[in-house]
């Protein structure tokens, strides 16, 4: 009758080489989810930069319209002024009306929008279905040293080169976000600013006409909204 064979114990040389085989699928695990969360980032970088620069054209939209309201202010100022010279049916044109001297200044426009990508920015960060595998190569010589020297290892360096770009790329995403996060909070004060004035302007534009039309001035009881124009749509109607 045939005995069994019976297994041989694996020598220590097969337990290391076993042992290597498994850390080495291990590692190679590794850098394919390194590859796949960096290109996830990638992606969540693109979305935000896109949405920053949209931000940013709102904000810069919100600039140029308080511009517009400050010139329709001025208008409706000088209109307010060319009334106030009138007594009755003649004008009196050595009638000098006082300039509002309260006012904050207003910020100037002349040297354009403050320093960041809000100026010239263009999304270079395209959100990419897949990655190829020479789209971030760099040449920066072998990441890994080699010891089985088969596939594995190739990809292992390929995915590592992969890494190396995208975290490149990760960095200046993150510079191009602080830079425009920052332009952004520039032209908030700017805009708050400006809306500070347009206010002062617009209160001090109210009082006059309802001088002129023989209303008594009513204090605004909250300064954080803009009193009604309905005596400057008045004013402007008398002009015509």
């Known amino acids: ?11 220590e040389l ?3 080489r076993m042992q290597m085989n498994a850390k080495t699928d291990e590692t190679l695990d590794s850098t394919r989810n390194m590859v796949r969360m960096c290109d996830e980032s990638t992606k969540v970088g693109a979305q935000t ?9 709102q904000l810069r939209g919100i600039d140029s319209n308080m511009d517009t309201i400050r010139e329709d202010l001025h208008e409706a100022q000088h209109d307010l002024d060319e009334i106030d010279k009138c007594c009755g049916l003649c004008v009196l044109p050595w009638r000098k009306v006082k300039p509002d001297t309260k006012s904050p200044k207003y910020p100037s426009s002349r040297n354009g929008y403050p320093t960041g990508t809000s100026n010239n920015y263009s999304n270079p960060y395209q959100p990419r279905p897949g990655l190829q595998q020479q789209q971030y190569q760099q040449q920066t010589g072998p990441f890994i ?9 190739d990809e292992m360096e390929q995915n590592l080169q992969q890494v190396s770009g995208m975290v490149s790329q990760l960095h200046s995403m993150a510079t191009d976000m602080n830079q425009e996060i920052t332009t952004h909070n520039q032209i908030l004060d700017r805009i708050d600013q400006k809306a500070q004035v347009n206010q002062s302007e617009l209160l001090y ?5 309802d001088k002129i039309l023989g209303q008594p001035s009513k204090p605004n009881q909250n300064n954080n ?4 124009s309905t005596s400057l749509t008045a ?3 008398l002009m015509k």
């Open 145 to 153: 040293n080699r010891i089985t020297n088969d596939a594995r290892e």
């Open 14 to 16: 097969e337990l290391l």
């Open 49 to 57: 930069l896109g949405k920053l620069e949209t931000q940013g054209q």
């Open 1 to 11: 009758m045939n005995q069994p064979a019976t297994q041989q114990p694996m020598s």
């Open 205 to 209: 534009a109210q009082k006059k006409a």
């Open 235 to 237: 004013a402007k109607l």
């Open 225 to 228: 909204v803009l009193p009604s």
